[in-house]
């Protein structure tokens, strides 16, 4: 397996910034969402799509950021090595 420590976005970023960033870009999501289920029922299916998107991004980004925390130790590296 090849591990990169960058990513296309720049550095993996730590808990706490994932953290702020997904509950503020959620909540902003979240209201545009609702607006639009409200406006045009219809359009459940693109909604549900653009949700499913969102979450699989972050789910990426935090096994990039629990990657980085796991492999922050020697017993890690000497572990890698054997």
Excluded: C, Y
């Amino acid at each position: 397996m090849e591990i990169r420590m960058g990513g296309r976005k720049g550095l993996i970023p730590t808990k706490q910034g994932l953290d702020d960033r997904m509950a503020q870009t959620l909540d902003q999501r979240r209201a545009k969402w609702l607006e639009r289920l409200h406006s045009h029922p219809d359009r459940l299916e693109s909604v549900e799509r653009e949700v499913h998107g969102f979450f699989r991004g972050f789910a990426d980004e935090m096994v990039a950021g629990l990657l980085a925390e796991a492999t922050r130790n020697e017993e890690f590296e000497a572990r890698v090595k054997n």
